[in-house]
């Protein structure tokens, strides 16, 4: 009997689907906005029916034996298959996802955070391809990751860990939305670029970056400091400098902690890769440990948007 898994990758703004062969072929995928306008349960509703006209359709006729996998931002209770507390949809706090999903698809069902689909998707068709032991890092609005170890994804007591983004780096350093202070996130995510950026050109007098009036300023985009840098905007390349630098403190605590073989980097603040890799290997030669840091490969994730669903079909996979 044939089987397919079926990826699902419930992100802020957009999900996306795809059928996937055990092998990791994708045979179809498709990808809708994320409505919440109906709050979050009603999303949920939706999701469900979208899934089971996607299975009918894109296998339809075949004897085939079918996996879901899901990939959902934000922290999951494994053990008990619980949402806690997702950013983009709040009022799903404490929503037995797991539960839900088998009750009403009645197909094998495997969930996981978006941040260790995304590592586990570059692990098994992307550019940590073969690796073991690998970290995965993305950096988006927030920065998320996870931590594959002698293959398996570690999950913690609870599932809630590798939470690389929550890594202290300055005790000192400001406010994470996770109520901490200095983690990576502030310094690596895109809203930490904004913020080291408008700090940045406060202290230059208001130099730099395309000369905006202090009005527009407030609402400059990580995109934007990417652009000003391309342009050789002596503020954004110093921002990514820094924000490089600090990368490498975090990729120093994985390396020293873990070991891994690869460190796999995608999001959408890594287009920017020219811009901070120099001073993120930089860091990370310097201050790994010897023996780890010899052979760490730091690279760019290949998967792009696919990652999270290729991710969530490989739990589907390994479900047991
Ligand atoms: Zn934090």
């Known amino acids: 009997m ?139 609005t927030g920065v998320g990751g996870g931590i594959v170890v002698a293959g398996k994804i570690l999950h ?38 904004r913020r080291m950026t408008l700090e940045a050109i406060e202290k230059s007098g208001g130099k730099g970056i395309v000369h905006k009036s202090k009005e527009d300023l407030r609402k400059i985009t990580s995109e934007e400091v990417f652009e000003a840098a391309q342009k050789g905007d002596e503020i954004a390349l110093k921002v990514f400098n820094d924000m490089g630098s600090y990368l490498g403190l975090g990729l120093v605590n994985l390396v020293n902690l873990f070991n891994p073989e690869k460190i796999v980097i995608g999001g959408k603040v890594s287009r920017a890769w020219d811009y901070f890799i120099g001073s993120t290997t930089e860091v990370l030669h310097q201050r790994a440990m010897k023996g780890q840091r010899e052979k760490v490969e730091i690279v760019h994730a290949e998967c792009g948007d696919d990652a999270g669903m290729l991710g969530a079909a490989y739990t589907a996979l390994k479900l047991e």
């Open 2 to 140: 044939e089987q397919y898994l079926v990826g699902v990758d419930v992100g802020g703004t957009n999900i996306r689907m795809g059928i996937v062969t055990p092998e990791g072929h994708v045979l179809k995928k498709i990808q809708y906005p994320t409505d919440m306008s109906l709050g979050g349960m009603a999303m949920m509703e939706g999701l469900v029916s979208k899934i089971k006209d996607f299975v009918r359709e894109g296998t339809r006729g075949v004897h085939s034996e079918i996996r879901i996998g899901i990939g959902v931002a934000g922290p999951i209770d494994m053990r008990r298959g619980v949402l806690i507390a997702p950013p983009n949809l709040p009022d799903l706090h404490g929503f037995p996802l797991r539960e839900f999903l088998q009750e009403k698809i009645s197909l094998p069902t495997a969930i996981e955070n978006d941040a260790n689909a995304f590592t586990l998707g570059e692990g098994w068709k992307g550019a940590a391809r073969g690796a073991l032991n690998y970290c995965g890092i993305t950096l988006g």
């Open 156 to 193: 913690g007591a609870e599932g809630l860990g590798g939470e690389v983004g929550h890594m202290v780096l300055n005790p000192e350093g400001p406010l994470c939305g996770c109520g901490g202070k200095g983690c990576l996130e502030v310094y690596a995510s895109g809203n930490g670029i």
